[in-house]
């Protein structure tokens, strides 16, 4: 006869820690009238529908009055037991259930997981398919090892990829590096070539200089000794004029042939040098024209590959936006600081007293540029850009922390409002203004829209509203928007 199996006084424990309802350790233990425990939520759902008078589960004693006195001593002993039992598990080399502090035997497949006979029996696992542990084990082991092969020969396909990719981009690397040494050969061949064409244009000039001063020289110096010549004539005629008759008349034939004497004529410039002169204007306008092409078609070169094309904006004013002193043509196309207030709404977008006004079209991306006209003899205006919330009411700074990036002239001085004020020293007053707007990339910047020459660029920046073209104008200065 087979030998009981050893009792283990943890079990023993274990059965006086659990409640009678569910089998379970105990959850929240009470006591009720005739001493016996039970889990809270176990008698509460035991005792629902009972009437006036509720029994004992166990003994089935009864009472009127239902009490339920919370048993901490038995809660602290429960998670004593709990702990042993756990050590028991761990010390045997095999996992149990928290719960009922069995082996874990049993593998739920509804919930997928490990359970003991106990749970297997209870109402949570009652109609869940289940394997024993070992089977289940084995069957998900080969569902890894199947995995495994699956994710290994993605990872080489992966790899295979990335040291492919790496060595194409390499590639590319390499190609542009090469493609940027010859782009920067070439714009210096092309910088060389153009020094050494100016140079000879300035050469051609000043050699044009010198024959028309040397031509000036030697028409002067001729036209200086026939004045002379004239002067001493003058001078002997006005003294003969002064003798009497008879000293008079002597030789009156011989002066009046002196004073018929041909005079020599002013050379001035000639046909030839005229023609010099002609030639080297024109071929410096084929020369304008033909820098201006090559701009433009590097700039549509830079567009295309950039992938976001350039647009020429035509801007309008906002007349909502003027302050009052302002005067905007029919066409809103002209702005002109004015004498007298004019009497305008006072609305939320209008400046005040600022004399400011916006473009009616605002940008949230893109790239775009306008041409403002400046009226000479405008010693007080600005124009740039301005972002959707900026200040109308009250004083103005002039600045990108402000939310204006403008360029302007302020009592003669060309200045870029920047904090601090940057100072420009332009070689001529450009008569038409180019702003250039990059909303992605966050750029400012200003041309002489005649020749394109860089004005100033404002350090680069992040937009995160809509920018609007900006004007502000006194009196005596006008602003005109080109198309």
Same mark, same amino acid.
């Given at each position: 006869?087979? &030998?009981?199996?050893?009792?283990?006084?943890?079990?023993?424990?274990?059965?006086?820690?659990?409640?009678?309802?569910?089998?379970?350790?105990?959850?929240?233990?009470?006591?009720?009238?005739?001493?016996?425990?039970?889990?809270?939520?176990?008698?509460?759902?035991?005792?629902?529908? &009972?009437?006036?008078?509720?029994?004992?589960?166990?003994?089935?004693?009864?009472?009127?009055?239902?009490?339920?006195?919370?048993?901490?001593?038995?809660?602290?002993?429960?998670?004593?037991?709990?702990?042993?039992?756990?050590?028991? #598990?761990?010390?045997?080399?095999?996992?149990?259930? %928290?719960?009922?502090?069995?082996?874990?035997?049993?593998?739920? %497949?509804?919930?997928?997981?490990?359970?003991?006979?106990?749970?297997?029996?209870?109402?949570?696992?009652?109609?869940?398919?289940?394997?024993?542990?070992?089977?289940?084990?084995?069957?998900?082991?080969?569902?890894?090892?199947?995995?495994?092969?699956?994710?290994?020969?993605?990872?080489?396909? /992966?790899?295979?990829?990335?040291?492919?990719?790496?060595?194409?981009?390499?590639?590319?690397?390499?190609?542009?590096?090469?493609?940027?040494?010859?782009?920067?050969?070439?714009?210096?061949?092309?910088?060389?070539?153009?020094?050494?064409?100016?140079?000879?244009?300035?050469?051609?000039?000043? %050699?044009?200089?010198?024959?028309?001063?040397?031509?000036?020289?030697?028409?002067?110096?001729?036209?200086?000794?026939?004045?002379?010549?004239?002067?001493?004539?003058?001078?002997?005629?006005?003294?003969?004029?002064?003798?009497? &008759?008879?000293?008079?008349?002597?030789?009156?034939?011989?002066?009046?042939?002196?004073?018929?004497?041909?005079?020599?004529?002013?050379?001035?410039?000639?046909?030839?040098?005229?023609?010099?002169?002609?030639?080297?204007?024109?071929?410096?306008?084929?020369?304008?024209?033909?820098?201006?092409?090559?701009?433009?078609?590097?700039?549509?070169?830079?567009?295309?590959?950039?992938?976001?094309?350039?647009?020429?904006?035509?801007?309008?004013?906002?007349?909502?936006? &003027?302050?009052?002193?302002?005067? *905007?043509?029919?066409?809103?196309?002209?702005?002109?600081?004015?004498?007298?207030?004019?009497?305008?709404?006072?609305?939320?977008?209008?400046?005040?007293?600022?004399?400011?006004? /916006? #473009?009616?079209? #605002?940008?949230?991306?893109?790239?775009?540029?306008?041409?403002?006209?400046?009226?000479?003899?405008?010693?007080?205006?600005?124009?740039?850009?301005?972002?959707?919330?900026?200040?109308?009411?009250? #004083?103005?700074?002039?600045?990108?922390?402000?939310?204006?990036?403008?360029?302007?002239?302020?009592?003669?001085?060309?200045?870029?409002?920047?904090?601090?004020?940057?100072?420009?020293? *332009?070689?001529?007053?450009?008569?038409?203004?180019?702003?250039?707007?990059?909303?992605?990339?966050?750029?400012?910047?200003?041309?002489?829209?005649?020749?394109?020459?860089?004005?100033?660029?404002?350090?680069?920046?992040?937009?995160?509203?809509?920018?609007?073209?900006?004007?502000?104008?006194?009196?005596?200065?006008?602003?005109?928007?080109?198309?």
């Amino acid at each position: 006869m087979a &030998a009981a199996p050893a009792f283990h006084p943890i079990d023993s424990l274990q059965e006086e820690t659990s409640c009678s309802i569910c089998l379970e350790y105990f959850e929240s233990p009470v006591c009720i009238h005739c001493g016996h425990n039970f889990c809270r939520a176990c008698i509460a759902r035991y005792w629902e529908g &009972a009437g006036a008078e509720v029994s004992c589960p166990k003994c089935r004693e009864t009472a009127r009055q239902r009490i339920l006195r919370p048993n901490r001593e038995l809660a602290n002993i429960v998670e004593i037991a709990k702990r042993l039992e756990a050590e028991k #598990g761990a010390g045997g080399g095999e996992r149990v259930c %928290e719960r009922h502090r069995q082996p874990l035997t049993l593998f739920c %497949e509804e919930e997928q997981t490990p359970i003991c006979p106990a749970c297997a029996g209870a109402t949570a696992h009652r109609a869940h398919p289940t394997l024993p542990l070992d089977r289940a084990a084995r069957d998900y082991k080969e569902q890894i090892q199947s995995w495994l092969r699956t994710l290994k020969e993605e990872t080489e396909k /992966l790899q295979g990829w990335k040291l492919a990719g790496e060595e194409r981009s390499q590639e590319y690397l390499e190609m542009l590096d090469t493609e940027g040494q010859k782009i920067v050969f070439d714009f210096e061949q092309l910088h060389q070539f153009l020094e050494k064409q100016k140079h000879l244009f300035l050469a051609q000039l000043g %050699e044009l200089h010198q024959d028309i001063e040397k031509g000036q020289k030697e028409n002067v110096a001729k036209l200086s000794e026939e004045i002379s010549r004239l002067s001493d004539l003058i001078m002997e005629l006005e003294g003969k004029c002064q003798q009497p &008759a008879n000293e008079f008349l002597q030789d009156i034939g011989s002066t009046l042939n002196r004073c018929k004497e041909q005079r020599q004529q002013p050379l001035g410039i000639s046909p030839e040098l005229e023609k010099r002169v002609g030639d080297f204007t024109q071929k410096n306008i084929g020369l304008a024209e033909t820098l201006k092409k090559l701009q433009d078609m590097l700039l549509h070169d830079l567009e295309k590959e950039g992938g976001t094309s350039l647009t020429k904006e035509n801007v309008t004013l906002d007349p909502d936006t &003027a302050n009052s002193i302002l005067i *905007l043509s029919c066409d809103l196309k002209t702005v002109k600081g004015g004498v007298t207030w004019q009497c305008l709404p006072n609305n939320p977008q209008r400046f005040d007293p600022e004399p400011c006004v /916006l #473009g009616c079209e #605002g940008f949230t991306s893109g790239k775009h540029y306008w041409d403002v006209e400046v009226r000479a003899g405008g010693m007080c205006w600005a124009l740039g850009v301005a972002r959707e919330s900026v200040r109308r009411k009250g #004083g103005i700074i002039f600045s990108p922390e402000e939310g204006i990036w403008a360029l302007g002239r302020l009592g003669g001085q060309y200045q870029a409002l920047a904090s601090p004020v940057t100072f420009l020293s *332009l070689n001529c007053s450009p008569t038409k203004i180019q702003v250039y707007l990059d909303y992605e990339e966050g750029w400012v910047s200003f041309f002489d829209a005649d020749n394109q020459v860089p004005i100033f660029s404002f350090p680069q920046t992040t937009f995160r509203e809509k920018i609007f073209p900006f004007f502000w104008v006194l009196r005596s200065s006008q602003l005109q928007l080109c198309f």
